[in-house]
């Protein structure tokens, strides 16, 4: 069974970079048939897509947050990690962690979720 | 964006009702449509993925139809673990884009 767990600081500085790391067990991060991807949701809203990345490095970002997001993957440790640049509390939510099964044409649902971390921007 | 609009975003309704919730895109997602149920302070799980397929281990009083702009998920005979909050997702097109929401409550 696949297993997806979150970790990192619960709190970050404004301005400063979020850094979470996800560990993938009971299945291979190196698998052409997944993508690897952070959503979040900030308390009591909806939940917002933030990009994704394959086993090769291929990433994919949300325009809204393109320009502070990084996703990277290390195959070696099966894991891989979200930093998010110049932080306010607008950042402030859950962060989870998913699998995208790889269907024919790209990253599909998500079928398997982290049970998410909150991350709080405050000084 | 594709922007997702789900209605309603409250549903009050008794155990063994039949309940159904809309979700419309804003533009054509063809059959790239994900439901998924959230609990409070849980993750959120995956219920139907491609518009009608049922994930495994769901119980099949879940049902999701439609396809281009206009999609539903029903929830036949509403069962006391059900009320939860539900969310469509769309995967057509980057950036992924989920529905406000659905807080399916007990009336």
């Known amino acids: 069974q696949l297993q997806l767990q979150e970790s990192g600081p619960g709190l970050v500085k404004p301005s400063e970079t979020l850094s979470l790391t996800c560990t993938v067990s009971g299945g291979s991060i190196s698998s052409s048939s997944s993508y690897w991807g952070w959503i979040r949701q900030p308390p009591g809203k909806g939940l917002e897509w933030i990009g994704n990345?394959?086993?090769?490095?291929?990433?994919s970002y949300n325009p809204s947050l393109k320009s502070r997001v990084t996703i990277s993957v290390d195959t070696s440790k099966s894991q891989f990690s979200l930093k998010l640049s110049s932080v306010t509390a607008a950042d402030t939510a859950v962060y989870f962690c998913?699998?995208?099964?790889?269907?024919?044409?790209?990253?599909?649902?998500?079928?398997?979720w982290g049970q998410g971390t909150l991350v709080t921007v405050s000084s | 964006d594709i922007q997702m609009t789900q209605s309603p975003s409250t549903l009050s309704a008794s155990v063994g009702d039949r309940v159904t919730i809309t979700c419309r895109a804003s533009?054509?997602?063809?059959?790239?449509l994900a439901w998924y149920q959230q609990k409070p302070g849980k993750a959120p799980k995956l219920l139907i993925y491609?518009?009608?397929n049922l994930e495994s281990g769901v119980p099949s009083r879940f049902s999701g139809s439609g396809s281009g702009t206009e999609f539903t998920l029903t929830i036949f005979s509403l069962q006391p673990d059900d009320f939860a909050t539900y969310y469509c997702q769309q995967y057509n097109t980057y950036p992924y884009t989920f529905g406000r929401g659905t807080k399916l409550e007990i009336k």
């Open positions: 491609k518009a009608s």
């Open positions: 533009q054509s997602i063809s059959s790239w």
């Open positions: 990345i394959f086993y090769s490095g291929t990433t």
């Open positions: 998913a699998r995208h099964p790889g269907v024919p044409r790209g990253p599909g649902w998500v079928d398997y």
